[in-house]
């Protein structure tokens, strides 16, 4: 593939070699190659900087005013790879940073590069023997099931959905870390709105993996949400069942989840969150009626899911009465995602982030599922825009200097249905359907106490010394680099705890 000397940030390969291997032939090829793929030069990124502060200045990105933002990524995460066939694309992470950049939104926030969870942070929730087999069981070229259809999968590990790849442990790690440092933020009130598009990994259980999920990141973050808040509410948009969440804090009436799903338990995953499945059947045990499921069909529109959506959260919100939420939008309720079929659009998926953000309450946003990377992109990026209050700002054609452009085919932010299907999928969502789901959730949402009292007696332990050795260790390794780039780095381009 011939770069593009437009774009500093197109891939650099170089051509085949069918000569002799003689000196005269390879010297050239050395000295033309010899700068590493894909790394734009000192002098390109500080070019490319000039071309999202213009861009940020001439539509009036900035700060907003009353509020933080933060967003928490780390880019050794999208490095890692789960196989050639498998629908979870860490590069998806690449094309949203790429693209919230090109917008020059990083200007409106607190950027900060997450440092990897450590092992005492990650058995906070997980088994240890559960962690250390993550730690130390070696990669695998091929799942296990290829040949063998009934494996013994040790913690369900080695499968086609969760496959032993390269970097396993420490793609699980980065993924906690950050959403760790985004509800460390809202703990200490240095944010109000924080993100971790990394994150989102709801699946994963205390000691298994399941559905491309190793590590419950947003379990991690809500116990350290619970430190400061008596009650959390847990919202998923995500077109699977938040399972691996709901059954960790299934037996707590401090945390409240409410899953938006597709249900059709003999044929799509996880087959869980049925409409009457609201927690423990004993009205002893107090998580009962604090589990709220909304099972959905093939082909809900955006105006059934934002009716849907405000109906229910206002409900929520008036008898929960959360002190924090944390909202996990996994991108494959979009219309054209590989794995869902429904006929959401950015803006419809987006409102429901604009909703949350209008009560006015501490709001952590993670990433999820969304197997289409380009869908994934534009919509995490629209739902940054509406975090620091920019939607209606930028405009909805992607920006010329946009890095891999020309990986979203439709140049433009918000796609119609028709250009990302075509035709839309037939809608199996009835209006009579829909208000049985809302009567049903009103019905159990009487047997809530109203915004319950909560001891907090009993507190998740404090990893503070630990987190402070580590951070401090980083820093020191830092600081024995060379400067390289310093000049660069005071011009804002990137620093420790900073993105660029």
Not at 26 to 49: C, G, H, T
Not at 84 to 102: E, I, N
Not at 238 to 253: L, N, Y
Not at 279 to 289: D, F, I, L
Request: charged share 25%; net charge negative; glycine share 8%.
């Amino acid at each position: 593939m011939e770069p593009d000397p437009g774009n500093p940030y197109s891939m650099k390969l170089p051509k085949p070699n069918y000569l002799p291997h003689n000196v005269d032939y390879d010297q050239p090829i050395v000295k033309k190659f010899l700068k590493p793929l894909d790394r734009p030069s000192d002098m390109e990124n500080a070019a490319y900087l000039n071309k999202i502060k213009r861009f940020a200045h001439e539509h009036g990105i900035n700060k907003p005013k009353g509020y933080n933002v933060s967003f928490h990524y780390n880019p050794e995460m999208e490095k890692h790879h789960f196989g050639m066939t498998h629908p979870m694309k860490p590069w998806r992470l690449t094309l949203t940073k790429s693209l919230v950049s090109a917008y020059g939104m990083n200007f409106a926030m607190d950027n900060y590069t997450a440092r990897a969870a450590t092992y005492e942070e990650l058995t906070a929730y997980h088994a240890s023997d559960y962690v250390d087999h993550l730690a130390t069981v070696a990669p695998q070229p091929q799942p296990l099931d290829m040949e063998n259809l009934n494996p013994d999968l040790k913690f369900n590990l080695g499968g086609s959905d969760c496959p032993l790849f390269e970097g396993l442990y420490n793609y699980c790690s980065l993924s906690g870390g950050a959403s760790l440092d985004a509800a460390r933020k809202l703990c200490a009130n240095q944010s109000d709105i924080a993100i971790a598009w990394g994150g989102g990994l709801h699946h994963a259980k205390k000691a298994e993996a399941s559905g491309f999920c190793y590590i419950n990141d947003i379990v991690l973050a809500i116990l350290q949400l619970l430190r400061v808040h008596a009650r959390v509410l847990y919202i998923d948009i995500d077109v699977h069942h938040g399972d691996g969440v709901e059954e960790a804090f299934f037996s707590t009436d401090r945390v409240m989840t409410v899953s938006f799903h597709k249900y059709d338990p003999l044929n799509f995953f996880p087959g869980t969150g049925a409409l009457e499945d609201n927690g423990p059947k004993s009205e002893h045990n107090p998580g009962a009626h604090h589990a709220i499921n909304v099972p959905l069909n093939d082909g809900i529109t955006d105006e059934q899911y934002t009716s849907l959506f405000e109906n229910i959260i206002t409900k929520v919100i008036e008898k929960f009465r959360p002190g924090a939420i944390a909202l996990q939008c996994g991108a494959d309720s979009l219309a054209g995602d590989r794995l869902g079929k429904f006929n959401l659009l950015v803006q419809g998926h987006s409102s429901c982030v604009e909703f949350c953000k209008k009560l006015n309450l501490p709001l952590i946003i993670f990433g999820g599922g969304g197997y289409t990377p380009k869908n994934v992109a534009r919509a995490w990026t629209y739902e940054t825009a509406i975090a620091i209050g920019h939607q209606h700002h930028i405009p909805t054609q992607i920006p010329i200097h946009t890095p891999w452009r020309d990986r979203f085919k439709i140049d433009t932010l918000l796609p119609t249905i028709q250009q990302i299907l075509g035709e839309p999928r037939q809608n199996r969502n009835t209006q009579k359907k829909l208000t049985e789901i809302v009567q049903h959730v009103t019905e159990q949402l009487r047997f809530v106490g109203a915004a319950p009292s909560v001891q907090m007696s009993v507190i998740p332990p404090d990893l503070g010394p630990i987190r402070d050795e580590v951070e401090e260790r980083i820093k020191e390794e830092m600081e024995d680099k060379d400067e390289q780039g310093r000049k660069l780095r005071e011009e804002a381009v990137g620093d420790r705890m900073e993105l660029a």
